[in-house]
């Protein structure tokens, strides 16, 4: 029996305009016609922002007011925009945001809530804007000016949402990361001021092994000096070592006995030095023990999600796989791995005028750098711990 096959209509090229994918307004305002289409562009600060109305002709329907980032202001303001669209006759409208750290976060949400298409700006498009309407002064009504500009030639983007449970991924998983940035920067500190009593003492224990897996720290928080070591000898440091149950080799205890016995004087602040590293140290152990808790707190979050599946992958553990499901958000935002990439910037950048063509450039410096690091961190886990990209590395390094 020949089975049949359907051949497909072919249905022509999709209309292409210029300008960001998410942030094409076209269609809408060809359906509703440019009077009747309204752009709310609002520059916000730490405190209050400034916004204003206009049409796609760019009339000035409400000139520039400020609003505090209170509840009865923004209520107020998203009031005072419906009422404007209803007297102007707009039948459609979108808010165009300027992105300023976190502090535009209330003016987006209170739009949101209110039923807006809100869209955020990129300052760099906004800048890019207003150097040619005022290249020599900055003020807040010119930037509003420029975001508006933006924002109908389609840089005012729209943004997927994403469930609390992507939210709490990512906010877990930065918070964490920052815990082990500061604890790192407690781990240099502590070795300088543990240098500055027990000379060459860290240099005993490989990198990486002073504070993990080693009885480095339980003896010098026992005995702070060389002095302190010679007189307890292998025996006592031995029986200290026991009764507290930490794990240890005699030969290790032999090699700082014998360190104690050659070590250099400490300096003259030696006392006051040892309270200091054992009062970061404990410090260091509370961001340990915090650490813990959101790598657990992690897991939980990750079960959710599809990205649990990665944890397969021999390489990827849950650190890896929380951050890079908190940074790329849910996976059906994205048609295909090639959407995540060029999210993440992980392309080259390319170079092309008439004959010249550069296309094998440096990677691309305009991407969302906290993905890309999530994904960079997967890479690396993967070339260090499974054996098919060992290899695939070792290969393209040759």
Not at 327 to 332: D, F, N, R, S, T
């Given at each position: 029996?020949?089975?049949?096959?359907?051949k497909?209509?072919?249905?022509?090229?999709?209309?292409?305009?210029?300008?960001?994918?998410t942030g094409?307004?076209q269609e809408?305002?060809?359906?509703?016609?440019p009077?009747?289409?309204?752009?709310?562009?609002?520059?916000?600060a730490?405190r209050?922002?400034k916004?204003?109305?206009?049409?796609?002709?760019?009339?000035?329907?409400?000139?520039?007011?400020?609003?505090?980032?209170?509840?009865?202001?923004?209520?107020?303001?998203?009031?005072?925009?419906?009422e404007?669209?209803?007297?102007?006759?707009?039948?459609?409208?979108?808010?165009a945001?300027?992105?300023?750290g976190?502090?535009h976060k209330?003016?987006?949400r209170?739009?949101?809530?209110?039923?807006?298409?809100?869209?955020?700006?990129?300052?760099f498009a906004?800048?890019?804007?207003?150097?040619?309407?005022?290249?020599?002064?900055?003020?807040?009504?010119?930037?509003?000016?420029?975001?508006?500009?933006a924002a109908i030639?389609?840089?005012?983007?729209?943004?997927?949402?994403?469930?609390?449970?992507?939210?709490?991924?990512?906010?877990?998983?930065?918070?964490r990361?920052n815990?082990?940035?500061q604890?790192?920067?407690?781990?240099?500190?502590?070795?300088?001021?543990?240098?500055?009593?027990?000379?060459?003492?860290?240099?005993?224990?490989?990198?990486?092994?002073?504070?993990?897996?080693?009885?480095?720290?339980?003896?010098a928080?026992?005995?702070?000096?060389?002095?302190?070591?010679?007189r307890?000898?292998?025996?006592g440091?031995?029986?200290?070592?026991?009764?507290?149950?930490v794990?240890?080799?005699?030969?290790?205890i032999?090699?700082?006995?014998a360190?104690?016995?050659?070590?250099?004087?400490p300096?003259?602040?030696?006392?006051?030095?040892?309270r200091q590293?054992?009062?970061?140290?404990?410090?260091?152990?509370l961001f340990?023990?915090?650490?813990?808790?959101?790598?657990?707190e992690?897991?939980?979050?990750l079960v959710?999600t599809?990205?649990?599946?990665?944890?397969?992958?021999?390489?990827?553990?849950?650190?890896?796989?929380?951050?890079?499901?908190?940074e790329?958000?849910?996976?059906?935002?994205?048609a295909?791995?090639?959407a995540?990439?060029g999210?993440?910037?992980?392309?080259?950048s390319?170079?092309?005028?008439?004959?010249?063509?550069?296309?094998?450039?440096?990677?691309?410096?305009?991407?969302?750098?906290?993905l890309?690091?999530?994904?960079?961190?997967?890479?690396?886990?993967?070339?260090?711990c499974?054996?098919?990209?060992r290899?695939?590395?070792?290969?393209?390094?040759?």
């Amino acid at each position: 029996m020949v089975t049949k096959t359907k051949k497909r209509k072919f249905t022509g090229s999709k209309k292409r305009f210029i300008g960001k994918p998410t942030g094409q307004i076209q269609e809408r305002v060809q359906a509703v016609g440019p009077e009747h289409f309204g752009i709310v562009a609002v520059d916000c600060a730490k405190r209050r922002s400034k916004w204003m109305l206009c049409n796609f002709f760019g009339k000035v329907l409400v000139e520039p007011t400020s609003v505090e980032h209170t509840t009865g202001g923004l209520k107020a303001m998203t009031q005072l925009v419906a009422e404007a669209c209803k007297t102007e006759g707009l039948t459609d409208t979108i808010v165009a945001v300027e992105m300023t750290g976190i502090y535009h976060k209330p003016v987006y949400r209170a739009f949101r809530k209110a039923g807006y298409d809100t869209r955020i700006v990129h300052p760099f498009a906004s800048n890019h804007y207003r150097r040619p309407l005022h290249p020599d002064a900055k003020t807040d009504d010119n930037d509003l000016e420029a975001i508006f500009h933006a924002a109908i030639n389609g840089y005012g983007l729209a943004t997927l949402r994403v469930g609390e449970v992507y939210q709490s991924l990512q906010a877990v998983s930065r918070h964490r990361h920052n815990l082990v940035k500061q604890r790192a920067r407690l781990m240099v500190q502590i070795r300088r001021l543990l240098h500055q009593t027990m000379p060459g003492f860290a240099d005993l224990f490989e990198d990486g092994k002073l504070f993990h897996k080693s009885i480095a720290l339980p003896v010098a928080l026992k005995f702070s000096s060389a002095e302190a070591i010679r007189r307890a000898g292998v025996a006592g440091i031995a029986s200290h070592l026991n009764k507290t149950k930490v794990r240890f080799q005699t030969r290790t205890i032999e090699r700082i006995v014998a360190w104690a016995s050659t070590a250099a004087e400490p300096s003259e602040l030696a006392v006051m030095h040892t309270r200091q590293w054992q009062q970061l140290n404990d410090v260091r152990q509370l961001f340990g023990d915090q650490i813990a808790e959101t790598e657990r707190e992690m897991a939980g979050f990750l079960v959710k999600t599809p990205y649990i599946l990665l944890l397969s992958i021999t390489g990827i553990n849950v650190v890896s796989a929380a951050r890079l499901a908190g940074e790329a958000g849910p996976i059906e935002h994205y048609a295909s791995a090639r959407a995540i990439n060029g999210r993440a910037g992980l392309f080259p950048s390319r170079y092309q005028s008439d004959e010249v063509d550069h296309a094998d450039g440096s990677l691309v410096r305009q991407c969302n750098r906290k993905l890309r690091g999530a994904a960079m961190l997967v890479a690396e886990n993967l070339i260090k711990c499974h054996p098919y990209y060992r290899g695939l590395s070792a290969l393209w390094t040759q």
